[in-house]
């Protein structure tokens, strides 16, 4: 299961972590980790675009983000990531789980 972890100050999002297999497929062929990665790719992408200077952090099976700035615009996209990452477990249950952590 993916365990996607995002993290909340003053009913903002600020970040995020990711971890996990969703199980669905065999590792290289499972379409809920594809989509989930491809998801955060482009989120990471859009922080750094919009100038939010993202703070990433990559390790094994697991990512990280925060953002300690441009609060408005990069608490908007990070909604759009938890967003597609519902959708998502909407159309694949029991693949990802969701949690909100205050910080």
């Known amino acids: ?3 996607a972890e995002f993290y ?3 009913g903002k999002l600020t970040g995020f972590r990711l971890s996990g297999h969703a199980g669905f ?3 290289g062929r499972d379409v809920v980790c594809a989509a989930v990665s491809s998801a955060v790719q482009l989120t990471v992408n ?3 675009d919009f100038g939010c200077s993202p703070d990433v952090k990559v390790g094994d ?3 990280r983000c925060a953002v300690g700035n441009c609060a408005a615009e990069s ?3 990070l909604k759009e990531l938890k967003r597609h990452i519902e959708a998502i ?3 694949f249950p029991k693949t990802i789980k969701i949690t909100i952590s205050e910080v």
């Open 61 to 63: 099976n697991v990512i």
């Open 1 to 3: 299961m993916i365990s």
């Open 46 to 48: 859009l922080l750094d």
């Open 8 to 10: 909340e100050t003053k």
């Open 75 to 77: 608490s908007k996209i």
């Open 25 to 27: 497929a065999l590792n």
């Open 89 to 91: 477990l909407e159309e």
